[in-house]
């Protein structure tokens, strides 16, 4: 079983997945600030206030110098071709006894929706915890009214196994989040 012995570089045709860096502090306070991607995948109330920029920077600082003993790895995705930080991503409740853990991914430029980004990026985060990290099961959960990962993270073949019903907040109504997993032998199939 692979321990976690460094923070991984990941690479795919047009990305790069790694580690933040302290000059990103601009675009993860923009994105962190923009209410569209809070609401598809934010658990807390809308606020009218964003957060300042020193409570982006202490953000960044966790993510930039958490140690890989946390069990959650934390990559800004950046196209190969200039380097823009386009988003981010999380392998979190990495459990290498019991062989799981759970995926987060956010495109935070806009402009760059509907590209396949996301879902390259999702596939190299497969591709790294099953044959790099050697886990057996990747889950994810995602909100019902979140159609754009959905369609995406049943296209990489992750299965709905429940549903935590009305779960979040959201338009004054109560919704649902959905939980995915993928097992290594449906991947590997």
Same mark, same amino acid.
């Given at each position: 079983?692979?321990?976690?012995?460094?923070?991984?570089?990941?690479?795919?045709?047009?990305?790069?997945?790694? *580690?933040?860096?302290?000059?990103?502090?601009?675009?993860?306070?923009?994105? /962190?600030?923009?209410?569209?991607?809070?609401? $598809?995948?934010?658990?807390?109330?809308?606020?009218?206030? *964003?957060?300042?920029?020193?409570?982006?920077?202490?953000?960044?600082?966790? #993510?930039?110098?958490?140690?890989?003993?946390?069990?959650?790895?934390?990559?800004?995705?950046?196209?190969?071709?200039?380097?823009?930080?386009?988003?981010?991503? &999380?392998?979190?409740?990495?459990?290498?006894?019991? &062989?799981?853990?759970?995926?987060?991914?956010?495109?935070?430029?806009?402009?760059? #929706?509907?590209?396949? $980004?996301?879902?390259?990026?999702?596939?190299?985060?497969?591709?790294?915890?099953?044959?790099?990290?050697?886990?057996?099961?990747?889950?994810?959960?995602? $909100?019902?009214?979140?159609?754009? *990962?959905?369609?995406?993270?049943?296209?990489?073949?992750?299965?709905?196994?429940?549903?935590?019903? &009305?779960?979040?907040?959201?338009?004054?109504?109560?919704?649902?989040? /959905?939980?995915? *997993?993928? /097992?290594?032998?449906? #991947?590997?199939?």
């Amino acid at each position: 079983m692979n321990n976690l012995d460094s923070m991984p570089t990941l690479t795919t045709p047009r990305l790069i997945l790694k *580690s933040f860096t302290v000059d990103q502090l601009e675009t993860v306070h923009r994105w /962190l600030n923009d209410p569209e991607l809070a609401y $598809y995948d934010d658990d807390e109330p809308p606020t009218e206030t *964003s957060s300042t920029l020193e409570e982006t920077k202490t953000t960044l600082a966790r #993510w930039i110098n958490r140690p890989l003993s946390s069990g959650i790895i934390d990559l800004a995705i950046h196209k190969q071709e200039n380097d823009q930080a386009i988003g981010f991503c &999380q392998i979190a409740h990495i459990d290498t006894y019991n &062989q799981r853990c759970d995926l987060g991914i956010v495109i935070g430029h806009k402009p760059d #929706w509907g590209n396949g $980004y996301a879902n390259e990026a999702v596939q190299a985060l497969i591709r790294y915890c099953f044959v790099e990290l050697k886990l057996n099961r990747i889950g994810a959960e995602i $909100y019902e009214f979140n159609h754009r *990962s959905l369609k995406l993270f049943k296209k990489l073949g992750f299965q709905q196994e429940g549903t935590k019903r &009305q779960y979040v907040f959201k338009d004054n109504q109560f919704k649902d989040e /959905l939980v995915f *997993s993928l /097992l290594r032998g449906d #991947w590997q199939e």
